[in-house]
């Protein structure tokens, strides 16, 4: 029997110890001897956000799938172990072997957010690992970091050996296969990494400079080896049907945030709305074949014992096999008493009529995702979603006997005015009036309920709002004020709820998303100030952050101001298909309040065209 | 028809609380493919009355839990199914098909024995065999048990049926009947405390041997005989 890394007066101190004890179903076990390379893969985050994660499932499944490879997970001891392994000095471990990370040959960490940051270097602390990736010797594990905020490395450069731009499905075997050689032919850390730096996708931060104008800005980017790549290109699956998928994903003992079997339909989103990030880095879009997605999903659902399904895409009503797949789910699901779950379906006659079907009218509510309050502010983003549209499918969806619909906005947006977000108001008291107009006194079992929910935009890079500026707190928390009484002002007040997001922590979110080499000192100084778990509101220190900035005297403000058109952005030297020419021309247009078609009925000449996949392959309706 | 299903807990997943092996074997018999009654209604779930919940850190031989199953093939053809999609730490030790008068799982707990071995941190005094025989010999106990509830005088003698020290170790059996049961570490901490020796955390560990109904006859018999 295999032995646990922490005893039992450990786990019995602990909250939830069985999210440290491994040996769930479908966990993968080898022999350590039989294997070449032990590759750790961590999600710095607590099991139950860490376990939800699909990325982390494709490539535990495709990593194991190398016999040469036992891959093994890792996640952030939460707070009260956390404190424990400190004093007791126990080395973090990863959950199959339950042996020290410090001991493998890789730690691939997953950045998902850039409220993780401090949590890296909390895993690389607890492991025993060098916060700097300068400091780490011959001994020391590869640490590789890989996700959407690798799309801009900069601010966390100096802990990682190594960055895989892109997906993952693509490189990990050349890179691993090096990995051998250079060990095989005695060469060291200094001379793989170098080597690694020629494989598409890799990106070694220590083998590059920076230099800087007076004013702060970049002035330039040096590569310090001759031979290395001066562009780092994404990696991209051109066929994401002929490709790994995992048929038994891990079952976690204790109950986790996405507690189902997760369905991919696709990569990517034809949408191109201009605050998303996910929309630009996944282009172009391409489906999973129809045959696939049934077969997966039989498969999952058999290896699991799960009983819920979701189908998961950016926008899954753009799936084009999405009523046969959906056809095929609910004649196999229905008797086996499995749920299909369906987020991020635009509401129509055809998603209500599918969700009658398979979900319990009563107890769910629906979803519209309008992001902004007026039909200009929503030809600013390029969010293709009309107020007609809105009211159609909610008249029908009250016609339909739901009584409750969620609505999520963001405040803060380029150009945004005072009007603006009195629409915001005015539109969810327009939906409360449909429902007392649609649904007759004698139908109705109380109040139509509607939540509004804002969140705080935050320019991200690699999209037509990289130039734009970031509000401050103050603006911020004065357009929630705003909202709030534009709500209280409203016929149908009492039947809107609103909630908002924190301010203080959307501030430094964009700060860390647009962020340059020297924000790595400051995140380095506030983690061993004592910050972490950072995108937990009731571990999230402010005051402890922006004294850091002030201690580093690095500004703030600096990071979160409107960018000229020219400027070099820290992140300029990846390419992510999309073309920096394209994303202008939209930040341009955006102003101009001038929308942009789909990418399924029209090609806007992205430069995502050039990798001859998904979308771009298809008939249009008109080509430019 | 009503079956139960006997399963052993050792090992790392000792750490699984009742909840989670609940959710465990709801999953497991998806896995297996046994064709378990659902509930009717707005949210079905699989019919499924777990015996006497096990504390968190115990192992245990003799849990149970009952199912209402659609299709029955044999006993053993059920258990070979289960125990194939089982993680180490569970086994499938045994399954009957029950009478359709039996009491459920939960209804039926009357008794569990217990094997108690200490922690190494544990200051035994020189002669705690036979100052725990003493202890257990008297005629009454009277302790103030806390519960969910509040506190309650009770008499510990009533509770624990049978107490025996087994080399290093101490065997009970003791009431765990609803209400009234009684929890082994319980015994020992009242003894050690009324000794005057002080326990550190986490003092024992606790593997319960069987789980026990009372019979007609007022006889205890392990809950798949």
Known sequence: MRNLALSDEILMQVEKPARYIG?????????????????????????????????????????????????????????????????????????????????????????????????????????G???????????????????????????????????YIGEGETQYRNLLDLYKNCKKNGLGR???????????????????????????????????????????EKELVRDVTDTCYPDKPVVPFIKVTQDRVVLELQRGCIRGCRFCQAGQLYRPVRERNVEMLKHYA????????????????????????????????????????????????????????????????????????????????????????????????ARLAFAGGWSRVKLYFMLGLPTETPEDIQEIAALCNKIAALFYETVP??????????????????????????????????????KAYQTRSAIAGQLNQKSIKYNWHEADVSVLEGIMARGDRRLNQVILKAYKKGCMYDAWSEYYKNGLWFETFDECGISPDFYTREREDGEIFPWDFLDCGVKKEFLLREWHKARKEIVTPNCRSKCSACGAGRYRAGVCLEERREQS | MKVRIKFSKYGPVRFL???????????????????????????????????????????????????EVNRFTSEEDLREKLQSVMVEGFDILKVQLLPDKEKNAMAGVAAADYLVSFSDKVPLPENWKAGLMDFYRQESIPVTKTTKKGQREIDLKEGVYLLEVRGEDVYMLVDAGSGSNIKPGFVLETFFEKSGVSLPEYPFRIHRLETYKREENGRLAPLIS
């Not at chain 1, 690992?129 to 801009?152: H, M």
């Not at chain 1, 046969?324 to 006659?349: H, M, T, Y």
């Open chain 1, 190 to 232: 200094r001379e793989f990494l170098k080597k690694a730096a020629s494989i598409p996708g890799m990106y070694v931060p220590s083998l590059y400079e920076v230099t800087y104008h007076e004013n702060g800005t970049i002035s330039q980017r040096i590569s310090l080896e001759e031979g290395i790549p001066v562009k780092i």
């Open chain 1, 441 to 478: 006194k004698e139908k109705r079992t109380g109040r139509v309920q509607i939540v509004a929910s804002t969140s705080f935009f935050i320019p991200k890079p690699f999209t037509p709002f990289q130039w734009a500026g970031q509000c401050t707190k103050e603006e911020f928390l004065d």
């Open chain 1, 298 to 393: 039989m498969e999952m659902l058999k290896n699991t014992g799960h009983e819920e399904i979701s189908l998961s895409s950016l926008s899954s009503s753009d799936y084009s096999k999405l009523p046969e797949l959906l056809d095929f789910l609910i004649e196999n699901c229905a008797g086996k008493k499995v749920n299909i779950s369906l987020p991020s379906l635009r509401i129509d006659a055809f998603s209500l009529d599918v969700m009658n079907k398979v979900q319990d009218v009563k107890k769910s509510s629906l979803t519209f995702a309008p992001e902004a309050g007026s039909q200009r502010l929503r030809n600013v983003i390029n969010k293709g979603l009309t107020e007609e549209v809105i009211l159609e499918g």
């Open chain 2, 17 to 67: 609380g009742h909840l989670d092996v609940m959710r465990y074997f709801q999953k497991a018999l998806r896995r297996a493919d046994i064709d378990v009654a659902y509930s009717e209604g707005f949210s079905p779930h699989q019919i499924m009355s777990f015996a006497a919940p096990l504390s968190v850190g115990h192992t245990s031989s003799g849990e149970y839990f009952d199912i």
């Open chain 1, 23 to 127: 040996n769930e179903v479908n966990a993968v076990i080898k022999d350590k001897k039989e294997v070449e390379i032990r590759f750790a893969m961590c999600f710095p985050d607590v099991y139950e956000i860490g376990m939800s994660h699909l990325g982390i499932q494709i490539l535990y499944d495709m990593l194991n799938k190398f016999e040469d490879v036992w891959c093994e997970r890792v996640y952030s001891p939460w707070v009260d172990l956390d404190a424990l392994m400190r004093r007791e000095k126990i080395p973090l471990f990863a959950l199959e072997s339950q042996e020290p990370v410090k001991d493998f040959d890789f730690l691939g960490i997953t950045i998902q957010y850039e409220m993780c940051y401090t949590n890296i270097l909390q895993i690389l602390d607890l492991s």
């Open chain 1, 129 to 163: 690992i060098p916060l700097l990736a300068a400091e780490r010797g011959e001994d020391f594990p590869i640490v590789i970091g890989g996700g959407p905020c690798t799309y801009n490395p900069e601010p966390i450069c100096d802990f990682f050996d190594i960055f």
